[in-house]
């Protein structure tokens, strides 16, 4: 960790005492949050893989709920151990270099998992904006073959990316004392910390903060677009046909549903990055007095974006509750069968 014997404090003993209080809740309520979010995104990719939901957008949201539930998988076990044991535990047992290693493996894991989330999140703004903005190109340009590497793409980059936290942290006996802990590097700590300080700029510009602008923008422009698909359908609906008009009509629910997405994201990830950010610049004092006490509020920040999608396709999306009640057993896709079938349509041209 960077170095936190300073002066200054930017953040006074009240915030201490909220972190202390918020951290004894936190392990219940990040376990209660992961199990729901693994039901709740195998259910994603249970209703997403139908026969009748073949398209690419649904293909990108298959591989985001994965990239969200492996992150719910790998928190479980840190949250347990970290916050539930640990108070039953004494700290010689506790604090074994087994157990420190899977905590830096937990670590690991669910920053790149999350990594991944974010890049699938971008890529499926960028699909739905060419989708929106240039729909005559829309079935070249997100074919199924360009969407599928697309996947490959959002899950290999964010290997690459996370290099410099992974050469940061290590295990490390605790000097005078005969138990490990996770601390920073050698390489890390040297050219007055360069490395880690690389890492905050990493996590808080490249990981959160352009991710969080970018999509701001995409987003503006995919309302724009809803906007000006609107005024173009009041003046030519007399000329459409009933199946035009269906199709505009789901073309602007799923945009809907995918902003839905993105104002989640925006809202969990924008504040992360700005406590990143600052840590960046004004360094060790901030990182000791606010960042480390705010680890859990930004822990579960992270697991809310990950576990919410479910809902946001639940309420959003006609066809994906019909198809969840079908998986379900309720025949309610099969009543609306005709409408799930041009839903299908629609979206895979996109």
Not at 19 to 33: D, E, L, N, P, R
Not at 342 to 347: D, I, M
């Amino acid at each position: 960790m960077l170095n936190t014997s300073t002066h200054a404090q930017y953040c006074g003993p009240d915030f201490q005492h909220f972190h202390t209080t918020f951290k004894h809740y936190h392990g219940y309520i990040s376990i209660a949050v992961c199990i729901f979010g693994i039901i709740a995104n195998i259910l994603n990719i249970i209703v997403l893989t139908r026969k009748n939901m073949t398209s690419s957008i649904n293909t990108l949201l298959t591989g985001l709920a994965l990239a969200d539930m492996l992150v719910m998988i790998d928190y479980l076990p840190y949250a347990v151990n970290h916050y539930i044991l640990i108070e039953h535990t004494s700290k010689l047992d506790y604090f074994t270099y087994s157990r420190m290693i899977l905590i830096l493996v937990c670590d690991h894991v669910l920053v790149v998992g999350h990594t991944v989330s974010i890049a699938f999140t971008l890529t499926l703004a960028v699909w739905r904006y060419i989708a929106v903005n240039h729909p005559l190109k829309a079935s070249q340009w997100c074919n199924p073959y360009r969407t599928r590497l697309a996947i490959v793409f959002c899950y290999f980059l964010p290997l690459v990316v996370c290099v410099p936290i992974y050469i940061s942290f290590s295990v490390q006996p605790r000097e005078g004392a005969t138990f490990y802990e996770v601390g920073l590097t050698q390489l890390a700590l040297r050219d007055e910390l360069l490395l880690a300080r690389l890492m905050f700029w990493l996590i808080s510009v490249v990981i959160k903060l352009v991710p969080c602008v970018v999509l701001c923008f995409l987003s503006l422009f995919l309302v724009r677009g809803l906007r000006r698909a609107g005024e173009m359908k009041s003046k030519l609906v007399m000329q459409r046909s009933l199946n035009e008009e269906n199709e505009k009509r789901v073309m602007d629910k799923t945009t809907r549903m995918l902003l839905g997405v993105l104002v989640l994201f925006i809202v969990t990830e924008f504040p992360v990055g700005i406590l990143a950010l600052m840590t960046a610049v004004l360094g060790d004092e901030f990182y000791g007095t606010c960042y480390l006490y705010l680890r859990e509020v930004r822990t579960i920040l992270l697991l809310v974006n990950s576990g919410l999608n479910f809902l946001v396709y639940l309420t959003m999306s006609q066809r994906f509750r019909e198809t969840f009640m079908g998986v379900l057993g309720l025949g309610v896709g099969k009543k609306r069968g005709s409408s799930v079938e041009l839903v299908t349509e629609v979206t895979t041209s996109m």
